[in-house]
């Protein structure tokens, strides 16, 4: 599986950005989607995932009602569209697929629970 995130670019405060992530590969071994970030000197952190299966979505605390997460199966993306953007949004956002069943428990948001990772794009808000 391998995962192009792209979109990232500079973006005054307030503004919006639409990240992509093109999933390729085996489509039997992954059925979820993550999207993470991390800040320079700081852990990376779950910002929003989705699942294939139900729909079920899961957003931070820190960006629920300003990000949306979305997917188009027949072009094999998920994107984040991220509004009312901040300067601590400013990091390194990347996508990660993997496998979700529901009997676990919620939907994956922690970097140990993917199995694959694409490199990341950068997302710089500044005046």
């Known amino acids: 599986v391998q995962l192009q995130a792209s979109g990232g670019g500079l973006v005054q405060p307030g503004g919006s950005l639409r990240l992509s992530c093109v999933v390729s590969?085996?489509?039997?071994?992954?059925?979820?989607i993550g999207w993470f970030r991390q800040a320079p000197g700081k852990e990376r952190e779950g910002v929003s995932s989705?699942?294939?299966?139900?729909?079920?979505?899961y957003y931070a605390d820190s960006i629920k009602g300003r990000f949306t997460i979305s997917r188009d199966s027949a072009k094999n993306t998920v994107y984040l569209q991220m509004n009312s953007l901040k300067p601590e949004d400013t990091a390194v956002y990347s996508c990660?697929?993997?496998?979700?069943?529901?009997?676990?428990?919620?939907?994956?948001?922690?970097?140990?629970?993917?199995?694959?990772w694409g490199k990341g794009t950068l997302v710089t808000v500044s005046s």
């Open positions: 990660a697929a993997g496998l979700y069943v529901a009997a676990w428990g919620p939907i994956p948001r922690r970097p140990y629970e993917y199995d694959y």
């Open positions: 590969g085996s489509p039997s071994a992954y059925n979820a």
């Open positions: 989705i699942s294939f299966g139900d729909g079920a979505t």
